[in-house]
């Protein structure tokens, strides 16, 4: 286990395995983009979903990164590591090698458009794989409990496809370097947590506040992530990832 998925599964526990696995997972690509390009500054612009957090390998790895949001005093206060990223404003977010997003440009389109505003040399978007066999799961969830959607799992179809992803960075002009899936786990993407459920149908009441996180001991969960790692690097499952695959990415070239 090295330093980045030690912290992430001593800190990030209370996320849930789904949570903390995609982490791992997109952990390691971000790292081995970063070592394939040699990048050495990167921007995440915009963090409702990742907190950030998925920066940790860039920043081990002594790359100059910036984590940028709405609310970036909010992201500053709960940032858990001891490794620190520049905190930014979108409005005055640096220009970097790579600007990245995660499970945003689905949702508006005009995000890509700042992004692009921001990079040197390559954007990587992220969204939702809506041929996931969660996203009925999803639907159901919030057609039962009547819950408004606040998860990234919304957005327009086509634009949570790859074909319509790759499109939609063609379109700005993009050269698309690499596509694909990433996070399949044996595991549907249902998007909402365990906990949600409970309290929308009123079982719970334990009152945990979100804040920054106890450190518990991170062997056990990364035994667990780890065996789950390696059912998505099987032969036979690679071949159903378009299904398996909780998200889809995209790099573009400038
Ligand atoms: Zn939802």
């Known amino acids: 286990m090295d330093s980045v998925e030690r912290q992430f599964c001593a800190l ?36 409702p979903v990742t907190r950030g957090y998925d920066n940790l390998p860039f920043l081990e790895q002594g790359l100059q990164v910036t984590v940028a949001d709405a609310d970036v005093e909010h992201a500053r206060a709960v940032w858990p590591f001891s490794q620190m990223p520049t905190f930014s404003t979108l409005e005055t977010a640096p220009m970097a090698d790579l600007v990245w997003s995660f499970a945003r440009v689905q949702l508006d389109v005009a995000v890509l458009d700042h992004m692009l505003a921001h990079a040197r040399r390559h954007v ?25 959607c606040h998860h990234a799992e919304r957005g ?31 595991i549907p993407n249902i998007a909402f947590s365990l906990r949600e459920l409970r309290d929308a149908f009123g079982l719970r009441s334990n009152g945990a506040t979100p804040g920054k996180p106890s450190a518990k001991d991170p062997a056990p969960m990364w035994s667990r992530i780890e065996a789950l790692t390696r059912f998505e690097s099987l032969p036979v499952t690679r071949s159903m990832r378009p299904i398996l695959g909780h998200h889809i990415f995209a790099i573009g070239a400038m």
């Open 156 to 186: 327009p179809a086509r634009l949570r496809t790859r074909a319509g992803l790759v499109k939609l960075l063609r379109q700005r002009g993009l050269h698309v370097v690499d596509s694909g899936y990433i996070d399949a786990p044996p």
């Open 12 to 47: 990030l526990q209370d996320e849930g395995i789904g949570t903390l696995y995609e982490r791992i997972v997109k952990g390691r690509m971000l790292r081995g983009l970063a070592e394939k390009y040699g990048y050495t500054s990167i921007l995440e612009f915009g963090i």
């Open 124 to 148: 990587l978007v992220f969204v939702p794989n809506i041929l996931n066999p969660g996203a009925p799961l999803h639907a159901a969830y919030h057609l039962v409990t009547r819950a408004r």
